[in-house]
């Protein structure tokens, strides 16, 4: 990471000053496989400690890791006694069912960016931001950018002393001199987002 943002930083300078400011963001590393996608879906819209007590219940209920296999053999109010509600159930099911089926394989995701991101978005509950998200943090892909993202569009707002926050258009259009190097400026733009010093 530290020579991807050294590399834009030679080429961008608001990037170079916050970066001699707030120096360089620790790695978020997540492992691969259907666990990281489940935490996902079960992380969505509720706080970080609610989320996280979903996920020990479901574990204690189906094991480490939460095996794809376990998790479509419970039923619905072993799972909603978890915390895990109806609409997460289905999207929680529909990824586990195409991983234990083998109609996707997360250990031979297609080597082009989109066309991973695609083969994701096919799990019900997965879009492309967190379809962008996997591919950054599991599979540590160097280029991801995740444009939609409000606090990398408010990072920017604020690296880069734009007006006003840019939409996912622009902000796409701004990281673009930075490939291939987009994913370490991605986690860079979350350090700097509520840095004081900056």
């Known amino acids: 990471m530290r020579e991807s943002l050294d590399a834009i930083a030679s080429r961008e300078p608001a990037i170079a000053r916050a970066l001699a400011v707030a120096g360089y963001p620790e790695p978020r590393i997540r492992p691969t496989g259907h666990a990281t996608l489940l935490r996902t879906i079960v992380g969505q819209q509720v706080s970080v400690a609610a989320a996280a007590s979903v996920w020990a219940k479901l574990e204690t209920l189906l ?24 609409q997460k159930q289905g999207y929680a099911r529909s990824l586990c069912e195409l991983v234990a089926g083998g109609a996707l394989d997360l250990d ?30 599991a599979e540590r892909r160097p280029d991801i950018w995740p444009a939609g993202d409000l606090a990398v569009q408010a990072g920017l707002h604020k690296l880069l002393g734009l007006e006003s926050r840019p939409g996912e258009k622009l902000t796409r259009a701004l990281a673009e001199t930075w490939r291939p190097h987009r994913s370490a400026a991605a986690i860079f733009t979350w350090h700097c987002y509520n840095n004081p010093a900056l």
Do not use: T
């Open 63 to 86: 094991g480490k890791g939460i095996p794809a296999e376990a998790l479509l053999a419970a039923d619905f109010a072993a799972l909603r006694a978890c915390g895990l509600s109806r």
């Open 108 to 137: 031979a995701l297609p080597r082009d960016d989109e066309a991973a991101i695609a083969e994701l978005v096919r799990i019900n509950g997965i879009g492309r931001w967190s379809a962008e998200i996997y591919l950054l943090f």
